[in-house]
């Protein structure tokens, strides 16, 4: 065999690539991460010749039990080795050539000339088998490598980071590994109601997180055939006019909003402590907040993410719990329920705690 590119591959198991008796094989901008101790990740070995291995990033999140990158002594002769980023947890040998390992670029690089753009160190990934915003890998590979491919697993391109100096040969802005690094803006979007009724405006906001350039503009597509709806602020608005499901938007036909409120006494051991809910209450819109009035004139309390209250009154008698609900939409209503609260509980000497005598 003769020729052979091994480029811009993700392999997640150890012994990922050996070349054996080959002729001119390049293994170039590769990336292996393994969670286990491989033998070796790359091997070259049987008397191979002129192999390249280059721009690769070889990763053991495991102390390896051998190096990661081995060359057997019968394949030194013309194989080059460089711009590769190698790691594994602990002080290990992390290069085997011709026989004797090495722990570091360092002593690699003296013993042999090889490698003198090794980097070694913390884990270049993120998420995605992509580097990472900072990276040493970003913007540092050999571009003049045989066997450089012009996209990379993905398809995408060499992608210049501007936020990284080009310390790479040609163009200067290939990324070391199978993936080269992307403008790491996103912009996860939030809906005001995932409930919203026909006719009413629903609002998405788009929390746009910082890239490599400002924000210009939003564009979104509410699900619904009418086409992207874009504005140069975040929040983007758009009326939903036929009610199916839309991308987990579940349009409903236009309602009142129309509290219900629930409010009983706590158990015996605490005969004055109550609580209050407005779950029930009928909407179009989705709920999102409610406050409650327990009447006994403490003001106001806020009710906590299930629309719920709870709260202790001083003395027994009869008080009207008011809850006021709003929605989504901006809508607010009030309901309310009398409650007469108990006294607290009568023990007499000898008798049990919980009994309907107490009272």
């Not at 947890?89 to 090495?102: K, V």
């Amino acid at each position: 065999m003769s020729g052979t590119d091994v480029a811009a591959n993700l392999f997640a198991t150890g012994n990922a690539v050996s070349v054996t008796g080959a002729v001119n094989t390049d293994l170039v901008n590769n990336t292996a991460t393994v969670g286990y101790c491989p033998d070796s990740v790359f091997t070259v070995a049987g008397a191979a010749t002129g192999p390249s291995v280059e721009n690769n990033v070889l990763l053991a999140t495991c102390p390896a039990a051998s190096p990661l990158l081995t060359v057997a002594a019968d394949s030194m002769a013309g194989t080059k080795s460089d711009y590769n980023v190698v790691h594994a947890q602990g002080d290990l040998e992390t290069y085997s050539w011709g026989g004797t390992g090495h722990a570091s670029a360092t002593t690699l690089a003296a013993a042999t000339g090889q490698g003198t753009h090794y980097l070694i160190g913390d884990q270049p990934l993120s998420s995605g088998d992509m580097p990472e915003e900072g990276s040493p890998a970003v913007d540092s590979a050999d571009a003049h490598a045989h066997g450089v491919q012009p996209t990379d697993f993905n398809g995408s391109p060499p992608l210049d980071d501007p936020l990284v100096a080009n310390t790479g040969t040609g163009v200067g802005c290939l990324d070391r590994g199978a993936v080269e690094m992307q403008d790491p803006m996103t912009s996860p979007v939030s809906l005001n109601a995932q409930r919203p009724p026909t006719g009413d405006t629903v609002i998405a906001t788009l929390q746009a997180r910082q890239g490599w350039a400002p924000s210009t503009g939003y564009t979104v597509d509410f699900g619904d055939g009418t086409g992207p709806t874009s504005s140069t602020s975040p929040p983007v608005s758009h009326v939903y006019t036929v009610p199916p499901l839309y991308d987990g938007v579940y349009v409903v036909p236009p309602a009142p909003l129309v509290p219900v409120v629930s409010a009983w006494q706590a158990s015996e051991d605490t005969p004055l402590h109550v609580y209050a809910d407005a779950i029930a209450s009928q909407d179009s819109w989705t709920l999102t907040s409610a406050t409650c009035d327990f009447g006994d004139g403490t003001g106001v309390h806020p009710a906590d993410t299930n629309l719920g209250c709870d709260h202790t009154y001083q003395a027994a008698g009869l008080y009207r719990v008011t809850m006021t609900v709003t929605d989504a939409g901006g809508n607010t209503a009030s309901g309310s329920q009398f409650l007469t609260i108990r006294p607290l509980p009568v023990v007499q000497p000898g008798q049990p705690r919980y009994c309907g005598a107490c009272y």
